[in-house]
C-alpha cells in the first residue's frame, strides 16, 4: 500500500471516523440517540408536509429513545443498551438524530443541549439538522459550546444536484447546504454530511462525479447510505410506478462501486458509514439478505486489499 496512505489511515484503507475519534480522544465515544421533540419545516407545514418522499422516521429510531421521557432516562436507558457490546467506551456523545433539531428558538436549543450536557457520561453532542434550519447565531452558540464539549453538527443533504432535491422533496438547495457547512467548518465546528446513492433519476455516472464535489466540501466526516425502500413511503409508491428510474446494486457491485467512488474521495474526510441498515419489518425486501454492518465493513476492507487500493488513490495518482 501507498506509504502516504499507510500512515494517514493508520494501516487500514480508508480513513475510518472510528479510528479518528480513537486518535482525537484516547478511545470510542458511543452515540447514544435521544430525541427531543423537535419537528421539521418539511413536516410541519413551513415547506411540506410528509416529510422526504424516502423517509419514515420509525425506520431508523432506536426503542430506548422516545420524547415523552427525560433527556437524562433516554440517555440512562441508551447507556444501558449499549453497555454490554461498548464496555470500553470512554465516554457518550447525546445524538439528536430525529428530524431537524436545531429548528428551534435558539433559547430552546440552549436548553434542550445543555440537559443533555449535564448528564456525568456525556462527553459532547451530535446535532443531526438541515442545512436550511441553521443560521450565524446557533453556530455562534454551538461554537461557543464547542470550546468545552465534543460537538459534531450533522447535516442532511443527501444529494448534490437541486433536480434530485426537488424530486424527493428536500425543501432546500445543494448551495444552501455547501454554504451550511462552510459556514459550520469557519467555526471550528466538526462538520458531518450525509448523502445516499440511488436516488431516482441519477446515474451511476451521477453518482460518482458528487466525489469530487464533496471532496471539496470543509467536512469531517461523512455518511453514505445506499437507497432503500421503506414501506409506507411515498418513494414506495414511486418506485412501483418507475423502477427504471432507480439504480440498484447487488452487494458485490455495491462494494466495489463504492471502492471506485473512494478512490476519487478527500482522504481527509472520515468515512462514518458506506452503507445504511433498516430492520427488516420497514422494507419489502431484502435484496442483501439480512447481513449486518459490522460484515459490510469487512467485506469492504478484504476488496480493497484485493484490489490493491485506497481511499483517495486517484487524487494521489493525479497529484
Not at 462552510?182 to 441519477?202: K, W
Not at 455518511?223 to 410506478?241: A, C, D, P, S
Request: net charge neutral.
Amino acid at each position: 500500500m501507498n506509504a502516504v496512505a499507510d500512515n494517514f489511515f493508520g494501516g487500514k484503507r480508508y480513513h475510518s471516523f472510528a479510528a479518528n475519534i480513537k486518535a482525537r480522544y484516547g478511545g470510542r465515544l458511543q452515540k447514544v440517540v435521544i430525541d427531543a421533540g423537535f419537528s421539521c419545516p418539511n413536516r410541519d407545514g413551513t415547506l411540506g408536509i410528509g416529510g422526504c418522499t424516502y423517509c419514515l422516521n420509525d425506520a431508523f429510531h432506536p426503542s430506548y429513545s422516545h420524547p415523552q421521557l427525560s433527556l437524562h432516562r433516554q440517555i440512562d436507558e441508551g447507556i444501558l443498551f449499549h453497555h454490554e457490546r461498548y464496555a470500553r467506551a470512554k465516554g457518550y456523545l447525546a445524538y439528536f438524530q430525529s428530524f431537524s433539531n436545531t429548528y428551534a428558538p435558539l433559547e430552546r436549543l440552549k436548553e434542550v443541549y445543555e440537559e443533555a450536557l449535564s448528564h456525568p457520561q456525556i462527553k459532547g453532542l451530535v446535532i443531526g439538522t438541515r442545512p436550511d434550519c441553521v443560521d450565524a447565531e446557533k453556530l455562534d452558540y454551538l461554537a461557543e459550546l464547542a470550546r468545552k464539549h465534543v460537538i459534531f453538527i450533522e447535516y442532511g443533504i443527501e444529494s448534490c444536484y437541486n433536480r434530485t432535491l426537488e424530486r424527493i422533496r428536500r425543501g432546500h438547495t445543494f448551495e444552501q447546504a455547501r454554504e451550511a457547512v462552510v459556514q459550520s467548518a469557519q467555526r471550528g465546528l466538526q462538520t458531518g454530511a450525509h448523502f445516499i446513492f440511488g436516488l431516482p433519476g441519477e446515474t451511476k455516472d451521477d453518482i460518482k462525479r458528487t466525489a469530487d464535489i464533496i471532496s471539496a466540501m470543509p467536512l469531517t466526516s461523512v455518511k453514505f447510505h445506499q437507497l432503500q425502500i421503506v414501506k409506507g413511503t411515498q418513494m414506495e409508491e414511486e418506485y412501483r410506478n418507475y423502477p427504471d428510474d432507480f439504480v440498484t446494486f447487488s452487494l458485490p457491485e455495491y462494494i466495489d462501486f463504492f471502492i471506485d467512488y473512494l478512490e476519487r474521495f478527500n482522504p481527509a474526510i472520515a468515512i462514518e458509514r458506506f452503507a445504511g441498515e433498516v430492520p427488516p419489518r420497514f422494507v419489502t425486501h431484502t435484496p442483501w439478505g439480512l447481513v449486518r454492518y459490522a460484515d459490510l465493513v469487512r467485506m469492504l476492507e478484504k476488496r480493497l486489499e484485493e484490489r490493491g487500493t485506497w481511499q483517495g488513490k486517484a487524487k494521489t495518482l493525479i497529484d
